[in-house]
């Protein structure tokens, strides 16, 4: 977040930088204000630019195994430029290399699901699949696992059949 913030800021001072040689060119013909705009324009455009690339960056930095389930696009009033292109400000992640499976219990699949956000620090969170049932059990105070395996304290959370981090983690 502070080399993005050095970015902007530097990318303000050079779009002031190239309207002030072409004001000089120009013989000093343009409006004084066309400094500040041009420092603000270029500002606003590095802070565009940042929210579209963040997801691409962070999914390349990925380690081999992670792989994306779901991403959230977002769109507001504020950022009118989203409502024609919206922007992706968080996804899920599921870490296929770490995928537990029990003999006992074929139907069910342990993994760790990774929360991004643009704005958020990543969140680990070890979640259970019970793939036959569609639904879900985190479980991050630990948990108590019984005779044959299976997870005896889970507070099981019902998931849509197409969810796609239960899709993913049920494929493999």
């Not at 956000?117 to 696992?145: E, K, Q």
């Amino acid at each position: 977040m502070f080399l993005e913030l050095i970015a902007t800021i530097f990318a303000g001072i050079a779009c002031a930088g190239v309207a002030m040689l072409v004001n000089l060119a120009t013989g000093r013909r343009l409006p004084k204000w066309i400094l500040p705009v041009a420092a603000g324009g270029g500002m606003i455009a590095m802070t565009i630019s940042n929210e579209y690339t963040w997801f691409a960056r962070t999914a390349e930095r990925l380690p081999e195994g992670v792989t994306i389930a779901m991403t959230v696009e977002e769109q507001s009033w504020f950022r009118p430029w989203t409502q024609l292109a919206p922007y992706v400000e968080r996804f899920a992640a599921v870490d296929t290399a770490s995928l537990r499976r029990n003999e006992n219990l074929p139907d069910q699949r342990m993994a760790d699901v990774y929360f991004f956000g643009r704005w958020s620090p990543v969140n680990l969170a070890p979640m259970l699949f019970d793939c036959a049932g569609a639904r879900s059990a985190l479980l991050i105070d630990g948990a108590a696992f019984d005779a044959d395996g299976g997870v005896s304290d889970a507070a099981w959370q019902a998931m849509p059949a197409g969810d796609p981090i239960l899709k993913l983690a049920c494929e493999i």
